[in-house]
Nanobody, 125 residues
Framework: QVQLVESGGGLVQAGGSLRLSCAAS????????MGWFRQAPGKEREFVAA????????FYADSVKGRFTLSRDNAPNTVYLQMNSLKPEDTAVYYC??????????????????WGQGTQVTVSS
Protein backbone atom coordinates (compact mmCIF):
# COMPACT_ATOMS: atom_id res chain seq x y z
CA GLN A 1 0.00 0.00 0.00
CA VAL A 2 1.14 3.54 -0.77
CA GLN A 3 0.63 6.53 1.49
CA LEU A 4 0.85 10.13 0.31
CA VAL A 5 1.05 12.95 2.83
CA GLU A 6 0.79 16.58 1.75
CA SER A 7 1.88 19.63 3.71
CA GLY A 8 2.46 23.33 3.18
CA GLY A 9 -0.98 24.75 2.47
CA GLY A 10 -2.25 27.94 4.04
CA LEU A 11 -3.53 31.46 3.54
CA VAL A 12 -1.60 33.94 1.41
CA GLN A 13 -2.32 37.26 -0.27
CA ALA A 14 -2.53 37.56 -4.02
CA GLY A 15 0.94 37.77 -5.52
CA GLY A 16 2.43 35.72 -2.71
CA SER A 17 4.04 32.29 -2.67
CA LEU A 18 3.57 28.91 -1.04
CA ARG A 19 5.40 25.61 -1.32
CA LEU A 20 3.54 22.33 -1.06
CA SER A 21 5.24 19.04 -0.26
CA CYS A 22 4.10 15.47 -0.79
CA ALA A 23 5.90 12.51 0.75
CA ALA A 24 5.26 9.01 -0.59
CA SER A 25 5.85 5.89 1.47
CA UNK A 26 4.72 2.31 1.89
CA UNK A 27 6.57 0.31 -0.71
CA UNK A 28 9.53 0.40 -2.98
CA UNK A 29 9.08 2.60 -6.00
CA UNK A 30 10.21 1.85 -9.52
CA UNK A 31 8.57 3.59 -12.45
CA UNK A 32 5.91 6.05 -11.41
CA UNK A 33 4.58 9.55 -11.94
CA MET A 34 3.69 11.97 -9.16
CA GLY A 35 1.23 14.73 -9.80
CA TRP A 36 -0.82 17.50 -8.24
CA PHE A 37 -4.48 18.21 -8.74
CA ARG A 38 -6.74 20.81 -7.19
CA GLN A 39 -10.42 21.19 -6.50
CA ALA A 40 -12.17 24.49 -5.86
CA PRO A 41 -15.60 24.63 -4.19
CA GLY A 42 -18.32 23.59 -6.62
CA LYS A 43 -15.84 22.63 -9.32
CA GLU A 44 -14.38 19.40 -10.60
CA ARG A 45 -10.91 18.28 -9.63
CA GLU A 46 -8.40 19.51 -12.19
CA PHE A 47 -4.85 18.69 -13.15
CA VAL A 48 -2.06 21.04 -12.04
CA ALA A 49 1.28 19.38 -12.80
CA ALA A 50 3.09 16.03 -12.97
CA UNK A 51 6.69 14.86 -12.85
CA UNK A 52 8.50 11.70 -13.88
CA UNK A 53 10.44 9.59 -11.42
CA UNK A 54 13.79 10.92 -12.60
CA UNK A 55 12.50 14.50 -12.64
CA UNK A 56 13.52 15.08 -16.25
CA UNK A 57 9.98 15.25 -17.61
CA UNK A 58 7.50 17.75 -16.15
CA PHE A 59 4.08 18.72 -17.44
CA TYR A 60 2.03 21.74 -16.33
CA ALA A 61 -1.51 22.87 -16.85
CA ASP A 62 -1.67 26.07 -18.90
CA SER A 63 -3.27 27.89 -15.98
CA VAL A 64 -0.15 27.52 -13.80
CA LYS A 65 2.65 27.44 -16.38
CA GLY A 66 5.29 30.04 -15.60
CA ARG A 67 4.06 30.49 -12.01
CA PHE A 68 4.31 27.01 -10.49
CA THR A 69 7.40 24.82 -10.41
CA LEU A 70 7.34 21.09 -9.67
CA SER A 71 10.44 19.27 -8.47
CA ARG A 72 11.29 16.08 -6.65
CA ASP A 73 13.80 14.51 -4.32
CA ASN A 74 13.88 10.74 -4.68
CA ALA A 75 15.89 10.14 -1.55
CA PRO A 76 12.79 10.59 0.58
CA ASN A 77 10.34 10.12 -2.36
CA THR A 78 9.09 13.67 -2.00
CA VAL A 79 7.79 16.16 -4.55
CA TYR A 80 7.58 19.90 -4.10
CA LEU A 81 5.18 22.34 -5.76
CA GLN A 82 6.50 25.88 -5.58
CA MET A 83 3.64 28.27 -6.25
CA ASN A 84 4.50 31.89 -7.04
CA SER A 85 2.41 34.87 -8.15
CA LEU A 86 -0.64 33.28 -6.60
CA LYS A 87 -4.07 34.46 -7.68
CA PRO A 88 -7.45 34.20 -5.93
CA GLU A 89 -8.50 31.69 -8.57
CA ASP A 90 -5.75 29.36 -7.32
CA THR A 91 -7.78 28.88 -4.14
CA ALA A 92 -8.57 25.17 -3.81
CA VAL A 93 -7.77 21.97 -1.99
CA TYR A 94 -4.59 20.61 -3.52
CA TYR A 95 -4.13 16.86 -3.80
CA CYS A 96 -0.99 14.88 -4.41
CA UNK A 97 -1.38 11.72 -6.49
CA UNK A 98 0.72 8.84 -7.80
CA UNK A 99 0.35 6.51 -10.77
CA UNK A 100 2.47 3.73 -12.16
CA UNK A 101 3.94 4.18 -15.62
CA UNK A 102 5.90 6.71 -17.60
CA UNK A 103 3.30 8.97 -19.30
CA UNK A 104 3.71 12.38 -17.67
CA UNK A 105 1.57 14.31 -20.16
CA UNK A 106 -1.62 12.42 -19.34
CA UNK A 107 -3.71 14.70 -17.09
CA UNK A 108 -6.62 12.29 -16.60
CA UNK A 109 -7.14 11.90 -12.87
CA UNK A 110 -8.67 8.44 -13.40
CA UNK A 111 -5.23 7.15 -14.32
CA UNK A 112 -3.88 7.93 -10.84
CA UNK A 113 -3.84 5.08 -8.37
CA UNK A 114 -3.16 6.74 -5.01
CA TRP A 115 -4.20 10.06 -3.50
CA GLY A 116 -3.27 12.15 -0.51
CA GLN A 117 -5.77 13.69 1.88
CA GLY A 118 -5.44 17.18 0.41
CA THR A 119 -4.20 20.51 1.73
CA GLN A 120 -6.09 23.80 1.57
CA VAL A 121 -4.63 26.77 -0.28
CA THR A 122 -6.46 30.08 0.08
CA VAL A 123 -5.40 33.18 -1.82
CA SER A 124 -6.98 36.44 -0.69
CA SER A 125 -7.42 39.41 -2.99
Amino acid sequence: QVQLVESGGGLVQAGGSLRLSCAASGRSFSTYIMGWFRQAPGKEREFVAAISRNGFSIFYADSVKGRFTLSRDNAPNTVYLQMNSLKPEDTAVYYCALKWGTEVRDSDLRRYDYWGQGTQVTVSS
